[in-house]
């Protein structure tokens, strides 16, 4: 069995709660982030999210959502610390998936 990670992005700015990174460049800022920590399997889409922050506002936003395989926990972990950083964000949702891989 192999681990599948999902990490869903949102591009609202933590303190202001817009988007303050325009979604082409926010995508080139994740892209680069996964070639810099050597990921060899990925896919990154867009979608639309609602997020509740911790002080209870409600936001809804634009949303990257990147799968990734063949990684290392310790290389996820240090990549949503990059992201949360660079994006500023509040937090990176991560889900995780024990799945069989299999190429035909």
């Known amino acids: 069995m192999e681990k599948k990670y999902i ?10 709660k817009i988007q303050k ?13 996964l070639l810099n920590n050597g990921l ?3 896919t990154i889409y867009q979608g639309k999210g609602l997020y509740k922050h911790d002080n ?8 990257l959502i990147i799968e990734i395989l063949f990684a290392s926990d310790d ?5 949503i610390k990059i992201l ?5 964000q509040e937090s990176i949702l991560k889900q ?5 891989i299999s190429f035909e």
């Open 75 to 79: 290389i996820i972990n240090k990549i």
């Open 56 to 63: 209870g506002d409600i936001t809804q936003e634009n949303t």
């Open 21 to 33: 990174i325009d979604s082409i460049e926010a995508y080139k800022i994740v892209e680069n982030t």
């Open 40 to 42: 060899s399997g990925y």
């Open 7 to 16: 990490l869903n992005v949102g591009l609202n700015d933590k303190d202001t």
């Open 96 to 100: 995780v998936q024990e799945i069989t």
């Open 84 to 88: 949360k950083q660079v994006l500023n």
